[in-house]
């Protein structure tokens, strides 16, 4: 009972370096989100697909591209990462858009 | 830009004690309002959630919901050291979960 699996889980890159972070779902759930965690700011929404087929920008898009692959996947892309992008990053579904969120186990990324 | 506003603590209270954790929310129209705890080094896991119609009550948790003021609260009776985690209020907007910054608690034995 997987639940939520995020990949890799930690992962360090140079400035400038590109990468993608992976996000599978095996609740059969419509919607999917992208959240990141830094000290004191709590959990910010970067950006969210509220079904296959569909992608919106959420509090801190800037420097992400996001992919809805299937109703199971949501890739998250770093482009060109700068420091500012270090932060841990938060997979989540939830079966439709408001309803309760089930987190994966996060993905600790540094940028040098 | 809805906001959630959570004092970040920490909050400490003694072993048996009730421990307040409160929300504020800047959008009238919220329906929905989530509490989540999390541990240090893992991920947010649910402890309840509330429609804007009535609280709730789960074991030692209840979500309570003032709507005049914009406030939802989690009160955890007969708190343990096991409670101490950091508690996250999430608020429904647009389809979308907007959480505060959380509120660290420490239940001391």
């Known amino acids: 009972n997987a639940g939520v699996t995020q990949t890799p889980k930690f992962q360090v890159l140079k400035t400038g370096q590109s990468m993608t972070l992976q996000c599978a779902q095996d609740m059969n759930h419509n919607s999917m989100y992208w959240y990141r965690q830094d000290p004191g700011m709590g959990l910010r929404l970067i950006y969210y697909?509220?079904?296959?087929?569909?992608?919106d920008k959420g509090e801190v898009p800037n420097g992400y591209n996001v992919s809805r692959l299937n109703k199971r996947e949501f890739s998250l892309r770093l482009e060109s990462a700068a420091p500012s992008q270090t932060s841990v990053y938060f997979c989540?579904?939830?079966?439709?858009?408001?309803?309760?969120?089930?987190f994966g186990n996060g993905t600790r990324l540094t940028v040098t | 830009q809805k906001e959630v506003e959570q004092n970040s603590g920490p909050l400490s209270v003694p072993e048996g004690a009730i421990a307040s954790l409160n929300c504020t929310y800047s959008d009238r129209g919220s329906q929905s309002f989530f509490w989540y705890r999390q541990y240090s080094g893992k991920s947010p896991e649910l402890i309840m959630f509330?429609?804007?119609?009535g609280d709730k009550e789960d074991g030692r948790f209840t979500a309570q919901l003032n709507k005049a003021s914009q406030y939802v609260s989690l009160l955890i009776r007969d708190s343990q050291p096991s409670d101490s985690a950091t508690y996250l209020c999430?608020?429904?907007?647009?389809?979308?979960?907007?959480f505060g910054q959380g509120t660290e608690l420490s239940v001391k034995p």
């Open positions: 989540a579904s939830s079966e439709a858009p408001g309803s309760p969120l089930h």
């Open positions: 509330i429609y804007s119609n």
């Open positions: 999430a608020v429904s907007w647009g389809g979308k979960l907007i």
């Open positions: 697909s509220a079904s296959e087929g569909t992608t």
